[in-house]
Protein backbone atom coordinates (compact mmCIF):
# COMPACT_ATOMS: atom_id res chain seq x y z
CA UNK A 1 0.00 0.00 0.00
CA UNK A 2 2.22 3.07 -1.39
CA UNK A 3 0.37 5.66 0.69
CA UNK A 4 3.06 8.66 -1.50
CA UNK A 5 4.40 8.11 -4.96
CA UNK A 6 6.33 9.44 -7.41
CA UNK A 7 4.93 7.74 -10.64
CA UNK A 8 8.13 9.58 -12.84
CA UNK A 9 11.47 7.96 -11.68
CA UNK A 10 13.40 10.41 -13.69
CA UNK A 11 13.42 13.52 -15.02
CA UNK A 12 15.74 15.66 -17.84
CA UNK A 13 16.09 19.00 -17.81
CA UNK A 14 18.19 21.80 -19.59
CA UNK A 15 19.96 24.07 -16.80
CA UNK A 16 18.07 27.43 -17.01
CA UNK A 17 14.72 25.67 -17.39
CA UNK A 18 12.15 24.73 -15.15
CA UNK A 19 11.73 21.38 -13.52
CA UNK A 20 8.49 20.31 -12.59
CA UNK A 21 8.07 17.49 -9.96
CA UNK A 22 5.22 15.12 -8.89
CA UNK A 23 4.14 13.90 -6.13
CA UNK A 24 0.60 12.17 -5.55
CA UNK A 25 -0.93 10.75 -1.91
CA UNK A 26 -3.84 8.88 -1.04
CA UNK A 27 -4.12 8.97 2.65
CA UNK A 28 -6.32 12.24 3.48
CA UNK A 29 -5.16 12.54 6.91
CA UNK A 30 -1.52 13.65 5.97
CA UNK A 31 -1.67 17.23 6.92
CA UNK A 32 2.32 18.14 6.25
CA UNK A 33 4.37 17.26 3.07
CA UNK A 34 7.72 17.82 2.70
CA UNK A 35 10.79 16.99 -0.44
CA UNK A 36 14.59 16.09 0.15
CA UNK A 37 17.17 16.55 -1.91
CA UNK A 38 19.55 13.28 -2.09
CA UNK A 39 22.94 12.67 -3.31
CA UNK A 40 24.85 9.70 -3.65
CA UNK A 41 26.75 8.32 -0.32
CA UNK A 42 24.79 11.35 1.30
CA UNK A 43 21.66 11.96 3.43
CA UNK A 44 18.37 12.97 2.56
CA UNK A 45 18.47 16.96 2.95
CA UNK A 46 15.73 18.78 3.73
CA UNK A 47 14.47 21.19 1.35
CA UNK A 48 10.85 22.72 1.61
CA UNK A 49 8.00 22.29 2.82
CA UNK A 50 4.24 22.98 3.11
CA UNK A 51 1.00 22.81 5.45
CA UNK A 52 -1.96 21.19 4.72
CA UNK A 53 -3.28 24.35 5.51
CA UNK A 54 -1.55 26.21 2.89
CA UNK A 55 -1.17 25.63 -1.27
CA UNK A 56 1.63 27.25 -1.77
CA UNK A 57 4.99 28.24 -0.70
CA UNK A 58 7.83 29.26 -1.58
CA UNK A 59 11.68 29.67 -0.72
CA UNK A 60 14.48 30.70 -3.47
CA UNK A 61 14.35 29.15 -6.48
CA UNK A 62 12.25 26.01 -4.90
CA UNK A 63 8.31 26.42 -4.69
CA UNK A 64 6.16 23.96 -3.59
CA UNK A 65 1.94 23.72 -4.86
CA UNK A 66 -0.63 21.59 -2.58
CA UNK A 67 -3.66 20.79 -4.77
CA UNK A 68 -5.71 18.61 -1.48
CA UNK A 69 -8.64 18.30 -3.42
CA UNK A 70 -6.36 16.34 -5.78
CA UNK A 71 -4.28 15.21 -3.16
CA UNK A 72 -1.05 16.35 -5.33
CA UNK A 73 2.07 18.06 -4.89
CA UNK A 74 4.74 19.35 -6.91
CA UNK A 75 8.31 20.98 -6.68
CA UNK A 76 9.19 23.41 -8.87
CA UNK A 77 12.66 24.75 -9.43
CA UNK A 78 13.55 27.50 -11.53
CA UNK A 79 15.95 28.02 -12.88
CA UNK A 80 17.22 24.42 -13.19
CA UNK A 81 20.79 24.17 -12.16
CA UNK A 82 23.37 21.29 -12.95
CA UNK A 83 23.64 21.10 -9.03
CA UNK A 84 20.38 20.67 -8.55
CA UNK A 85 21.11 17.01 -10.11
CA UNK A 86 20.28 14.35 -7.48
CA UNK A 87 17.36 12.45 -6.30
CA UNK A 88 14.01 14.13 -4.81
CA UNK A 89 11.68 12.76 -2.46
CA UNK A 90 8.36 13.55 -1.49
CA UNK A 91 7.87 12.88 1.91
CA UNK A 92 3.95 13.04 4.32
CA UNK A 93 3.21 12.87 7.37
CA UNK A 94 -0.14 12.86 9.76
CA UNK A 95 -0.96 9.72 9.85
CA UNK A 96 0.12 8.97 13.33
CA UNK A 97 1.40 11.39 16.48
CA UNK A 98 4.40 10.68 15.96
CA UNK A 99 5.57 12.91 12.71
CA UNK A 100 7.00 9.70 11.42
CA UNK A 101 6.99 9.84 7.38
CA UNK A 102 6.34 8.52 5.05
CA UNK A 103 8.32 8.49 1.56
CA UNK A 104 7.95 8.03 -2.44
CA UNK A 105 10.12 6.13 -4.34
CA UNK A 106 12.44 9.13 -5.30
CA UNK A 107 12.57 11.24 -8.71
CA UNK A 108 15.81 11.54 -10.70
CA UNK A 109 16.26 14.52 -11.71
CA UNK A 110 19.22 15.41 -14.06
CA UNK A 111 19.78 19.09 -15.11
CA UNK A 112 21.97 19.30 -18.09
CA UNK A 113 24.18 21.86 -18.56
CA UNK B 1 25.07 22.83 14.53
CA UNK B 2 27.56 19.65 14.04
CA UNK B 3 24.33 17.57 11.94
CA UNK B 4 23.36 14.50 12.78
CA UNK B 5 26.45 11.18 13.33
CA UNK B 6 26.03 8.04 12.05
CA UNK B 7 28.76 5.18 12.89
CA UNK B 8 29.96 3.22 10.97
CA UNK B 9 29.21 4.10 7.40
CA UNK B 10 29.50 0.57 6.32
CA UNK B 11 29.25 -2.55 7.29
CA UNK B 12 29.93 -5.97 6.25
CA UNK B 13 29.34 -9.15 7.73
CA UNK B 14 28.66 -12.90 7.53
CA UNK B 15 24.73 -13.81 7.79
CA UNK B 16 23.99 -14.89 11.25
CA UNK B 17 26.12 -12.28 13.12
CA UNK B 18 24.79 -9.21 15.23
CA UNK B 19 25.26 -5.06 14.36
CA UNK B 20 24.84 -2.51 15.89
CA UNK B 21 24.78 1.03 14.62
CA UNK B 22 24.86 4.46 16.22
CA UNK B 23 23.39 7.46 15.68
CA UNK B 24 24.43 10.87 17.62
CA UNK B 25 20.97 13.57 17.13
CA UNK B 26 21.46 16.86 16.53
CA UNK B 27 22.08 18.25 19.91
CA UNK B 28 18.95 18.99 21.90
CA UNK B 29 16.57 17.43 19.41
CA UNK B 30 14.39 15.28 21.07
CA UNK B 31 12.93 13.39 18.71
CA UNK B 32 14.67 10.79 16.69
CA UNK B 33 13.48 8.45 13.95
CA UNK B 34 15.32 5.45 12.42
CA UNK B 35 14.45 4.83 8.72
CA UNK B 36 16.04 1.59 6.32
CA UNK B 37 16.15 2.37 2.77
CA UNK B 38 16.54 -0.06 0.04
CA UNK B 39 17.92 0.27 -3.47
CA UNK B 40 15.23 2.38 -5.67
CA UNK B 41 12.89 3.07 -2.72
CA UNK B 42 12.04 5.82 -0.47
CA UNK B 43 13.35 5.54 3.48
CA UNK B 44 10.63 3.53 5.59
CA UNK B 45 10.14 3.94 9.05
CA UNK B 46 11.37 1.59 11.78
CA UNK B 47 10.80 3.36 15.07
CA UNK B 48 11.02 6.73 16.73
CA UNK B 49 12.08 8.12 20.26
CA UNK B 50 10.76 10.97 22.09
CA UNK B 51 13.47 12.01 24.58
CA UNK B 52 14.34 8.56 25.83
CA UNK B 53 11.00 6.40 25.09
CA UNK B 54 10.76 4.15 22.39
CA UNK B 55 6.80 5.56 21.21
CA UNK B 56 6.03 3.75 17.81
CA UNK B 57 7.41 0.41 15.78
CA UNK B 58 7.18 -0.06 12.68
CA UNK B 59 5.82 -3.98 12.36
CA UNK B 60 8.87 -4.23 9.54
CA UNK B 61 11.09 -3.95 13.03
CA UNK B 62 11.13 -7.69 13.24
CA UNK B 63 11.90 -9.29 16.88
CA UNK B 64 15.76 -9.28 15.72
CA UNK B 65 15.70 -5.78 15.32
CA UNK B 66 16.02 -3.71 19.21
CA UNK B 67 16.86 0.11 19.33
CA UNK B 68 17.68 2.10 22.02
CA UNK B 69 17.87 6.01 23.09
CA UNK B 70 19.24 5.67 26.75
CA UNK B 71 19.28 9.45 28.50
CA UNK B 72 17.51 10.56 25.34
CA UNK B 73 21.04 11.50 23.47
CA UNK B 74 22.99 9.09 20.95
CA UNK B 75 20.61 5.95 20.33
CA UNK B 76 21.36 2.48 18.60
CA UNK B 77 20.03 0.27 16.72
CA UNK B 78 21.29 -3.56 17.04
CA UNK B 79 20.49 -6.73 14.78
CA UNK B 80 20.85 -10.05 15.91
CA UNK B 81 21.31 -13.14 13.59
CA UNK B 82 21.37 -11.24 10.72
CA UNK B 83 19.92 -11.92 7.02
CA UNK B 84 20.57 -11.59 3.66
CA UNK B 85 17.26 -9.03 3.33
CA UNK B 86 18.29 -6.92 6.45
CA UNK B 87 20.98 -5.41 3.68
CA UNK B 88 20.19 -1.77 3.32
CA UNK B 89 20.95 2.02 4.21
CA UNK B 90 20.04 2.18 7.48
CA UNK B 91 18.97 6.00 8.14
CA UNK B 92 18.64 8.26 11.43
CA UNK B 93 16.94 11.82 11.67
CA UNK B 94 16.09 14.37 14.64
CA UNK B 95 13.79 17.07 14.72
CA UNK B 96 12.90 19.34 17.81
CA UNK B 97 10.00 20.16 19.51
CA UNK B 98 6.58 18.93 20.05
CA UNK B 99 4.96 19.66 16.89
CA UNK B 100 4.58 16.49 14.53
CA UNK B 101 5.42 19.52 11.35
CA UNK B 102 9.22 20.17 11.82
CA UNK B 103 11.27 19.03 9.08
CA UNK B 104 13.67 16.00 10.23
CA UNK B 105 17.35 16.18 9.83
CA UNK B 106 18.87 13.13 8.25
CA UNK B 107 22.46 11.46 8.49
CA UNK B 108 24.75 9.72 6.16
CA UNK B 109 23.75 6.55 7.16
CA UNK B 110 24.93 3.43 7.23
CA UNK B 111 24.93 1.00 4.63
CA UNK B 112 25.09 -2.68 6.01
CA UNK B 113 26.12 -5.64 3.81
CA UNK B 114 25.47 -9.28 4.57
CA UNK B 115 27.51 -11.67 2.50
Same mark, same amino acid.
Given at each position: ??????????LSVQEG?????????????????????????????????? #? &???? =???? $??? %????? @??????????????????????????? #? &???? =???? $??? %????? @?? | ???????????????????????????????????????????????????????????????????????????????????????????????????????????????????
Amino acid at each position: DQQVKQNSPSLSVQEGRISILNCDYTNSMFDYFLWYKKYPAEGPTFLISI #S &SIKD =KNED $GRF %TVFLN @KSAKHLSLHIVPSQPGDSAVYFCAATG #S &SNTG =KLIF $GQG %TTLQV @KP | DTGVSQNPRHKITKRGQNVTFRCDPISEHNRLYWYRQTLGQGPEFLTYFQNEAQLEKSRLLSDRFSAERPKGSFSTLEIQRTEQGDSAMYLCASSLGSSNNQPQHFGDGTRLSIL
